[in-house]
């Protein structure tokens, strides 16, 4: 909008100023439509103001480092997906190669026992070899679609080392 009214006062120049010319050619900038932008995410009872920048799980408040409101975000946004170590290297932190680090576990790890306080269901869930999901529901998380063929694969490795 401010883009808008900034072309339209450099359209009129240095003409004299008339409120019959200006209120015309103004009245398009003020009433176009606005895109309402989501200030506020929600993944059950968690609740992150991106405004505000504060967190809270039902009543309590949530106190997060910058790189943990990222990564909360992150994740809220997609919450129910599996996200790989990769992608959270190179979404939230902006590496273009994921390095070998245990940066993000460290960060998760941090952020788990802030999210998930001890009398609380967990939501922040490991996905072992594969990364993290974020969950209202801890068996969501287990039988989510990209998760069938893991436990496929370590049923295959458990069944061949009994062998």
């Known amino acids: ?14 003409q004299p100023l008339s409120i019959v010319i200006i209120i015309p050619r103004m009245e398009p900038c003020v009433r176009s439509p606005v895109e309402p932008r989501e200030t506020v995410l929600r993944v059950g009872s968690l609740e992150l103001d991106l ?12 106190d997060l480092r910058p790189r943990e ?10 919450s129910d997906q599996v996200l790989t170590f990769a992608n959270l290297i190179k979404d939230v932190w902006h590496f273009k190669i994921a390095p070998e680090t245990n940066r ?3 960060h998760m790890g941090r952020l788990r026992s802030k999210v998930d306080g001890p009398n609380e269901a967990p939501m922040i869930c490991n996905v ?3 990364g993290f999901v974020l ?10 679609p990209g998760l069938r063929g893991l436990k496929q694969r370590e049923l295959t490795q458990t069944n061949s080392n009994n062998v």
């Open 128 to 130: 072992r070899g594969e």
């Open 135 to 144: 969950s209202t529901t801890p068996a969501l998380a287990k039988n989510l």
């Open 69 to 78: 409101f990222q990564l909360l975000k992150y994740m809220m946004q997609r």
């Open 1 to 14: 909008m401010t883009s808008n009214l900034r072309r339209e006062t450099n359209s009129l120049g240095k």
């Open 51 to 62: 405004i505000d920048r504060t967190a809270r799980r039902g009543n309590r408040p949530i």
């Open 104 to 106: 993000v576990n460290v």
